[in-house]
């Protein structure tokens, strides 16, 4: 698996690079490690250099700093992830971080891009960075949105629906693969569609009564049907594995579910079966990367 880290220092990247060890990602991955050097635009459109004017020896000596700041960072860090035995390359690139590391996913074909909460220049207030925010939703590949260091993951919740990004997730996951340790807890959640519809093409009270109740038993049988499934791949991969069927709001009922499980992860895909095909981001996948306590990952698809 090839894996990309940004990382700019701040303590959200560090979180990105505790999630190698939280994660138990094994000696097979290919890790890079990437810092993009921002270009610091000021009030007009203007760049630090552009202000500085005609003083070359000012602009290489900014220029020799930055690096040398970002060299440093990149090899501490690189030095920890090599010490559990995985290959490990840096990489340092200017301009926009967010272009840069949508950047580097494309080119060097990244399975995941780890990316921290926050970077240094977002406010605290921010549910979301917005580096994070554009990766997630431009990234070509799988992101991980790390929120906290902690060093272990006890516990997965995987929201499934049956479309083909769920079963993505589940595959990706048995591919990374999980730390044995980790208990899987699947949920799939039923909205409330079919008995609006019921109830507002029908005027027979008594028979929209009957209808809902049997949309809803045959909805419950298949969501059933749905979790055990995915339930099955993973207890037959090891995992301790439990199951939720909920009904609600989606993105409502698996925010609920996960704090109360307390999970360190939510692994969820990047649409699921009311996502516009046009759409890069479900507003699932969205809600849940921007409210949820634990790191979210969102699995995209291998192209072909």
């Known amino acids: 698996m090839k894996i990309l880290i940004a990382v700019d220092g701040s303590r959200y990247s560090e979180a990105a690079v505790n999630s190698i060890k939280a994660l138990r990602i094994g000696k097979d991955a ?36 930055e690096e040398e700041e970002a060299s440093e960072l990149l090899t501490g860090l690189s030095k920890r992830i090599a010490g559990r035995g995985v290959k490990v390359e840096t990489v340092i690139r200017r301009g926009s971080p967010a272009d840069g590391i949508i950047k ?5 074909g990244v399975d995941m891009v780890l990316v921290g ?12 960075g917005g580096v994070a925010h554009k990766v997630i939703k431009y990234a070509p590949c799988s992101v991980l949105v790390a929120k906290d ?33 980790a208990e899987v807890i699947v949920v799939t959640v039923l909205q409330p569609f079919a008995a609006a519809l019921v109830k507002a093409y029908t005027g027979d009270l008594e028979g ?4 809902i109740a049997e949309l809803r038993e045959a909805e419950e049988e298949a969501a059933a049907r749905l979790v055990a499934e995915a339930e099955g791949r993973f207890r037959n991969a090891g995992y301790k594995v439990s199951g939720i069927v909920a009904r609600g709001d989606p993105s409502q009922e698996i925010l609920r579910h996960a704090a109360e499980r307390e999970v360190d992860l939510i692994a969820l895909g990047a649409k699921g079966l009311t996502g516009v095909r046009g759409f890069l981001l479900g507003s699932v996948a969205q809600r849940v990367a921007r409210h949820a306590r634990p790191s979210v990952l969102i699995v995209r698809p291998p192209r072909r």
């Open 30 to 65: 290919e890790v890079t490690l990437l810092t993009v050097i921002p270009d610091h635009v000021f009030p007009g459109g203007r760049t630090l250099a552009e202000l500085l004017g005609r003083s070359t020896a000012l602009r290489r000596q900014l220029r020799r700093v």
């Open 104 to 108: 580097a996913c494309r080119s060097i």
């Open 117 to 128: 909460l926050k970077g240094t220049s977002d406010a605290r207030e921010f549910l979301l």
């Open 149 to 181: 260091d902690g060093e272990a993951v006890d516990r997965v919740m995987v929201p499934v629906d049956g479309s083909r990004y769920s079963d993505e997730v589940v595959r990706f996951l048995l591919r990374m693969p999980l730390p044995r340790q």
């Open 208 to 211: 929209s009564r009957q209808i």
